[in-house]
């Protein structure tokens, strides 16, 4: 399971301006930015032709910026975790909030298990759940290591992220048939970004 929420879309005026900065082309700038962003087609054709000559002329795709909640499973998060560059993200503590709230199937991505899985996994939760109501009661330091220990990596975690479309370029390609759904499903969310399809895929 991979979820993307409050996404924003910010800069593309300052990009594409400064996408113009090489050639003193500013005068040839035919986008809007007031209201409902729109790129022109002299803006978009520049756009194209710069993305296709390398990563040292599309400097202006790392202008584009993109902020979006995605929550995830440990275990996509430690692919995620690979794009270092230009990425900036803020999560929910596990270390801090573990044993607030009950465990409960919803806060795992465990669709497509089979029922030997299913039924390993809800015995699994139960004593995870056992721990965290001794932890509350207890606060045994000794019980918490081992709740941390033992979470899967099936666990979702919410992030703050905060990228570019150069990185999600490079994401997109790498990815988009990627063994786990939940890199095609990302891939797909990239794609309905604004003009990321017109900008990056097309040609």
């Known amino acids: 399971m991979i979820r993307c929420t409050h996404e924003a879309v910010y800069n593309f005026e300052h990009a594409l301006r400064g996408m113009r900065n090489p050639l003193d082309s500013w005068d040839l700038c035919d986008s809007r930015f ?3 962003l729109f790129i022109g087609e002299k803006d978009l054709r520049l756009a194209k032709q710069l993305r296709k000559a ?5 400097k202006y795709l790392r202008q584009i910026l ?7 499973p440990l ?3 430690k692919e995620f975790d690979t794009y270092k560059v230009a990425t900036v993200a803020n999560s929910t503590s596990t270390m801090h909030t573990i044993h607030k709230k009950p465990f409960s199937d919803d806060m795992f991505s465990v669709e497509g298990m ?3 899985g299913k039924d390993v996994f809800q015995n699994y ?3 995870l759940e056992e721990l965290r109501l001794k932890f509350n009661e207890k606060k045994d330091k000794a019980v918490w290591d081992e709740l941390i220990k033992l979470l899967p990596s099936s666990f979702n975690q919410l992030r703050t992220v905060t990228l570019n479309y150069e990185s999600l370029l490079g994401m997109y390609h790498a990815r988009r048939n990627h063994k786990l ?22 040609d």
């Open 66 to 72: 993109v902020c979006v909640d995605i929550e995830a």
């Open 75 to 77: 275990y996509w998060w």
């Open 54 to 58: 390398g990563s040292d002329h599309r």
């Open 114 to 116: 089979s029922d030997q």
């Open 125 to 127: 939760l139960a004593y």
């Open 181 to 202: 759904q939940e890199w095609r499903d990302f891939t797909q969310w990239i794609e309905g970004l604004p003009y990321f399809k017109e900008i990056c895929l097309e």
């Open 34 to 36: 007031d209201g409902e």
